[in-house]
Each structure stands twice: as structure tokens, then as C-alpha cells.
């Protein structure tokens, strides 16, 4: 027997699209890790790419307008202050915060930036007191981006 079509409820569409943005963005995070881990770059045409499906899916979810305003701020912050420092903080890192923003929504933006930056700081603390490296020592950003998103998934 055939079951007639039935609308699909508003918090069941949205559920469907929060858990396609979930697979995406640690794709697109594991994908960047470990091409940040092996050549010390991240790939700029996928991060166009999920930047422009972070548009889509924030249409699609219908997100506020002012939801996006301060994860674009913080990441436009990331670029300025890669070119003010001259690469001392990765542009790449910046254009990833900036694609993320376009996705997520904003307390989980904050929250994964804040715990990217803690285990940052956590690990350079081990790199300069234990493993005895200088200050100069560069470290990879976005492992600590897509921890600190997998920790907020799972938890």
C-alpha cells in the first residue's frame, strides 16, 4: 500500500540540514588538517566552496542576518591580523574562520574558536617549556579548529 505524501515539518528540515552541515564541515576540516599538516597550506578552492554551501545552507535554514554579522567580523579579524603580522598568523586560517562563519551558527563559532585557541596555547606551553623549541616554532591552526569542532559535536 502507498502512504500519501506528507509535508515535512519545519523542525525536521531544519534538523536534516544541521545534520548535512555537521558531515560538511568535518569534512571540509579533516580534509584542510591534513593538508596543513603536510604542506603547511590549505586548499582555497574548497574553502570557497564550503564557504558558498555556508551561504546556501544558511538560506535554506533561514538564518538571521545578524547571526552571521559577528562570526564574519571575527574572521575578517583573523585576515587583518595575518596581513598586519605578515604571515606570523596564517591567512589560510583566516579564510577558513572566514568560510566557517558563513556556516555555523554563532555561539558554536565562538565556542570553537575559543577551545581551538586554548589547545593552541596549551600545546605551544608544551612546545616551549618540555620540548624546549623557540618561540618562532610554527603550528599548524586548523587540527586545533577541527578538535575543538569535533569536541562541540560529540558533546
Not at 540540514?17 to 555537521?22: A, C, N, Q
Not at 590549505?42 to 535554514?61: D, E, N, P, Q
Not at 591567512?91 to 563559532?109: C, K, P
Request: hydrophobic share 55%.
Amino acid at each position: 500500500m502507498y502512504r500519501e505524501w506528507e509535508p515535512v515539518a519545519p523542525a525536521d528540515r531544519k534538523r536534516d540540514i544541521m545534520k548535512i552541515e555537521e558531515v560538511c564541515t568535518m569534512v571540509f576540516l579533516a580534509v584542510n588538517t591534513g593538508m596543513d599538516f603536510r604542506k603547511k597550506e590549505i586548499s582555497l578552492y574548497l574553502t570557497g566552496i564550503y564557504g558558498c554551501a555556508g551561504v546556501v545552507f544558511s538560506v535554506l535554514s533561514q538564518r538571521e542576518l545578524w547571526d552571521m554579522l559577528l562570526p564574519l567580523a571575527i574572521g575578517l579579524l583573523f585576515l587583518l591580523f595575518s596581513f598586519i603580522s605578515k604571515g606570523a598568523l596564517g591567512s589560510g586560517d583566516g579564510w577558513i574562520l572566514l568560510a566557517l562563519a558563513l556556516m555555523l551558527q554563532t555561539e558554536d563559532y565562538i565556542n570553537m574558536i575559543c577551545f581551538s585557541m586554548l589547545m593552541a596555547a596549551g600545546v605551544s606551553i608544551l612546545l616551549l617549556t618540555i620540548f624546549r623549541k623557540k618561540g618562532k616554532t610554527e603550528i599548524p591552526f586548523v587540527p586545533f579548529i577541527f578538535l575543538a569542532y569535533m569536541g562541540g559535536v560529540l558533546l
